[in-house]
């Protein structure tokens, strides 16, 4: 059988771990177990490798005869030694043989220890490190390749077990064990440097932090801090470097934060901030904040000159924190800045922080009812301002609505003090269409009797705002409940006008039902009758007229009567002036009211030629024989002026003064005159019929020849001269 046959054979008798058949089988056959082994393979490691009992490698060892133990094989691309690999497999019966023959611990494969080895090939646990560590192992070889090499793999338990089998051993302790029985005095300098010696056992370089870093490693920070031995202004360099107080807070490692903070080197600024307070609570860790807290706040005691060592906290620096502490939603960690033994004679919610910011505003942009409703307790000045002027109660209704209510279960809330950009609380609550607060701050001031005569930016009362708006559960609720649905904006204007602009009738009405004064006047004096006429709205008319409180003689700036109003517009139909008519005047509107300009209501339905509604007022009292004064002209003449035949009948038929034929204008002319100067031939002839004088001559001389010469001679020869030969056929 060749060589290759019988490793073949062996290495099955080998797997199955029959010692009793591999004896006989060697034996049987006369086989020296040296001859099958070579370059790339050897037995012993094979065995050991296959975890076969210990017997059978004890008598593979005996078999082979090895000269040393310290040889190498090449298993394909790997390197092997008999010592690694019964270490690595945890056979450490059969390690402790191969020591005793000289195996040497320290050999390396590749210039690879087997620490580093082990790891490498990920090999390493706990019990083979340990086993390695206790047998002789060189620590200070390589040992900076080891540990970048646990590092990266984050091994972080066998780099720990490393540090800690080497430094603080035994013999360390012993001997402080020593010094503390003899009552020998060690200063801190010797203390710090017996320390230091021991740590730098394993020295500790930068590198090893940047690889920790790099890796994101954070475990191995710790401990390659934990046991770094270099001088205290470099470790503290290397703490800012790597932000290893952060990572520290963000491991949750309460023990390594105060191990951390025990440089003395650190200032406020390096120790605490928002984002690493952020990271203690995201792990609910009340014990790292306090202890963040308290070691930064250290870093600004005072001392008093007077008193020996009375502590004192910057407050300014102390309510920066409280801040924080708000804006982490933390209650407890509030309640133990606020209350906590150490910080009584600092604590004050009412004064700004570094960055003049007031613990109670910053409560409310973080809307934490709990803890705003806490500090509210102890002692916050309701009435405090941001630093822009904004009043706690308009900041609460811009940004917290629900920390409204808390605020006004405080007596002495000014619900009156406006904000930055001029707005009062209840003008910023209708804004927001919030009507629980609109509720509020209307019942805070009418039990403690605010005027809330108030107006916004643009001169709106809280009832217009409200309308415009369209918030209508706001707008009946301060109908109801705020007296001011009488009161103008800064327009002069009531709710009314607003209402009736829009020509909501619904509204209107609603107004009316609740008591709105239905006789208000604009700036311009109009009523809101005069303004519904404008409006043309037959249903706010009707409405208006059936309130029992109307005034409808109410003269605006122009001094017109609504019925006047209504006479002159153009916009309306002959029959929705009649009905909007008759109901005035049955209502008591002034048929004969004489306006501004010394008109009357006969005057303007003359002016626009309605004869119905002439023949309408006529019949319910309008003076026929009305003269107008500006020219001392009668009605009835300025009819003939207008040339509108049929009013003139109606007015004479309705008994116009039958000396109107003669009377005179200011200029001396008589109705005639005007017939002739408008080439009113029908109306000339109806006066002359009716007695006209046809020898008047008026104040400048003038015949009625002489104006008819004047008037139509040149410019209109036929009706010249039909008015001559009328004149001439009367005489």
Known sequence: MNVEATKNRIIDIIEKNDFKELEFYISDNNISLKEINNSSFDIFIYSIEHKVSNEIIKYIINQCQYKTFNYSITDGNIHKIPLFSSIANNNFEISDLLLEKEANINCTINNYNIIYYLCKFNLLNQKNLLYTLNHGFNIKFRISSLIYELIENKKNLFLELMFKHYIFDQSFIINFLKIYKNREALSDKELKEAISKEKNKIPVNESMYKKANDKENYEAIKIIFDHDGSDQDIVFCRINKYEILDKAVKMNNYKFVKNILSYKAFNFKNILSEPILQEANRNSNIDIMKLLITSALKTLLKKDKKKETIPTYDIHYFNLILKMAIKLKNLKLVEYLVEDKEFKSTINVNVKDINGELPIVVSIYSGNVEIFEY????????????????????????????????????????????????????????????????????????????????????GNTPLTLSYKLEHFEIFKFLVKYLDIINRKDANGNNILYYTINEEDVNTTKYLINNGVDVNFQDIFGNSALHISIYKKNREIINTLLQNKNIILNTVNKRGESPLITIIKINDYTVKDNEDIIKELIKRGSGVNFIDKAGNSPLFYAVQKRTLPIVKLLIKKGANVNYIIKKNNMSILMYAIELGDVEIVKHLIKSGADINFKNDKDENGDTALTYAIRNRTIDILKFLISNGADTNNINNNGQSIEDINYYCNYTTNWNVYNKISNIIKGYR
């Open 375 to 458: 500090l509210m307790e102890h002692g916050v000045d309701c009435n405090s301002k941001d630093s822009n002027g904004n009043p706690l109660l308009s900041l609460a209704l811009s940004n917290n609505p629900l920390l409204v209510k808390y605020l006004l279960k405080k007596p002495n809330i000014n619900i009156n003090e406006k904000d930055a950009n001029g707005n009062y609380p209840l003008i910023n609550a209708i804004n927001q269409n919030d009507i629980d607060n609109v509720i509020l701050l209307v019942k805070y001031g009418k039990d403690n009797n605010i005027d809330m005569d108030i107006n916004d930016g643009n």
